[in-house]
């Protein structure tokens, strides 16, 4: 059913509130990653806007706001600079109809998968890039287009009002939750900026820093409908659909971790396949109206979360808000201080950052460090998606690994009450080589032991050795051992063991052995 409200003690106020705040820290990073990727800053806003309110409305995960993110924004912009914006149009329409196909397929679910040490690493790393992402705000294009750091009194007042807003924020709801304090700190700083004629930049500063144009503006009318003027032929689906399923990989893994995270913070639990749908529907739309795409955003949810948004009001209300911006409020928002939004970041950048994680020093296993460590740097380096995969790909391995250093056995006596029998269960290789001695007892065991290796490989050369170092063991005690199930390459490289092996030219498996004196 459509939930408007999260449940029926959500207020709507508080959805409307947290909904404009998000509205205002939405206009400067639409128009940021309409730069990046090559297109105008309106194509980022329709994107905004469109993506945001069909996810909001049909997504599976109310409070969450989505919206044109930088993850596809690099992806873009070599598309656009080769074949232009009309063929971005098209490909965002087919990344949509991917992600509905996600949906409708139901692979949604598989993100539960997704290990605990990689979303740590997802969520420091995303917390860092935010962080450094705002660092351009405190710097400046010189005459020869190189960015230098803001010197004295322009930066003592940028961080003052970061700082500023940054108090607000955390102290107001000591006294007040009526409004959102974050909402409430941006309001502040404008007016302060505002009445008291302070140097700062604004949002109309920063467009104007991006396009080239000193009066560029946010303002623009209704998206207006429209087919992707492409050839419809062979030639551009090969142009754009690999470009659609990257899109549509990255949109659906940042979607749906960023639903993993909300989940975890508002201990509710959103739907997957639900998400990839509303995603779909979404980008195509998007595609039709001039936009350039989205998916989740993390910065945005958590802004919305942490302002007391919670229901679908929230971000159906963010994208009406910043709609009205776009048509008739664009004068306004464009005085909003950057120092404003940026403290505002710097306080979701300290929300989201797993403060946590630095306990776990010493007390988790060093694999699930490793892997927090690796997916927190590939993801400051490349992007969410490619960290995810690799985290996930470790986490596997080291899963694997790990299961396969043990060999386990089942014993049991032979109904002549003499006879004892191992039956060895997995890889014999150099990792679980000691595992592998450890389990007998030569010494405690009957006259006559029995080895099966039906459901056991031997890999390597220190299998190999394993099986010759236990088989000496029970000779010395003067006990008879049997082998059984070992491979023809096994009985070649055995040493101290060869004679002890019972051949069975039926039953007897045929695998190689990674060993030298047969390479």
């Known amino acids: 059913m459509f939930q408007l409200l999260a449940s029926k003690t959500q207020s709507m ?5 947290s909904g404009l705040t998000v509205a205002l820290a939405l206009v400067p990073e639409a128009v940021a990653f309409a730069f990046v990727a090559g297109v105008e800053p309106l194509v980022g806003l329709y994107a905004a806007f469109m993506v945001g309110l069909i996810t909001a409305a049909i997504g599976g995960r109310p409070g969450m706001i989505s919206g044109a993110t930088g993850a596809l924004a690099v992806v873009m912009v070599s598309l656009v600079a080769q074949h232009g914006v009309e063929y971005l149009f ?5 990344m949509g109809i991917l992600q509905v196909l996600a949906g409708i397929f139901r692979l949604g679910k598989f993100i539960r ?3 605990h040490p990689v979303m740590l690493g997802f969520v420091n790393g995303l917390a860092i890039v935010i962080f450094l992402a705002q660092m351009k705000q405190f710097q400046f294009a010189d005459g020869n287009g190189v960015l230098q750091w803001l010197q004295g009194g322009q930066m003592a007042m940028m961080l003052g009002l970061v700082a500023l807003t940054m108090a607000i924020i955390h102290f107001l709801p000591k006294f007040t939750r009526a409004i959102p304090s974050s909402l409430a700190a941006i309001v502040t700083v404008t007016l302060l900026v505002v009445f008291l004629d302070l140097d700062a930049r604004t949002v109309q500063d920063v467009l104007a820093d991006m396009t080239g144009n000193p009066a560029a503006t946010i303002a623009g009318g209704l998206p207006e409908f429209g087919i992707p003027m492409v050839p419809i032929n062979w030639e551009t689906l090969s142009v754009i659909f690999p470009y659609a399923v990257i899109l549509a990989a990255i949109g659906l893994i940042e979607s749906l971790l960023t639903l993993t995270l909300i989940d975890e913070v508002t201990e509710t639990r959103g739907r997957g396949n639900k998400e990839c749908v509303g995603q779909g529907v979404a980008n195509i739309v998007t595609g039709f109206f001039g ?13 919305n979360i942490n302002s007391g948004g919670r229901g679908r009001a929230s971000g159906i209300s963010a994208a009406l808000f910043l709609l009205v911006f ?26 989201t950052f797993e403060w946590a994680s630095f306990r776990l020093w010493g007390k988790v296993p060093k694999q699930d460090l490793f892997v927090v460590l690796t997916v927190t740097v590939v993801t400051v380096a490349t992007d969410l998606a490619i960290a995810v995969v690799v985290g996930v790909i470790l986490s596997a391995l080291m899963f694997a690994w790990k299961h396969a250093k043990h060999v386990e056995f089942e014993t049991w006596l032979e109904s002549d009450g003499k006879t004892k029998v191992y039956l060895a269960h997995g890889p014999l290789f150099f990792a679980s080589a000691q595992s592998f001695r450890d389990n007998f007892n030569a010494k405690g065991d009957p006259d006559d032991v029995i080895i099966d290796f039906k459901d056991s490989r031997v890999m390597d050369h220190s299998g190999i050795e394993a099986i010759d170092a236990v088989a000496e063991r029970y000779v010395a005690a003067g006990k008879t051992l049997h082998l059984r199930h070992l491979s023809s390459e ?14 069975n030219l039926i039953e ?4 190689k052995v990674a060993d030298d004196q047969l390479a």
């Open 113 to 115: 998968m997704v290990p």
């Open 291 to 303: 936009g350039m795409g989205g998916c989740a955003m993390i910065g945005q949810s958590m802004i």
């Open 490 to 503: 096994c009985v070649s490289l055995l040493d101290k063991a060869g004679s002890l092996v019972e051949v």
């Open 90 to 94: 098209a490909t965002v329409v087919l």
């Open 508 to 511: 007897d498996p045929k695998y």
């Open 326 to 351: 776009i048509l008739v409020g664009a004068s306004l928002i464009e005085m909003i201080p950057v120092a404003a939004l940026v403290g505002v970041m710097f306080i979701v950048v300290i929300a």
């Open 13 to 17: 106020k508080n959805d409307l509130l």
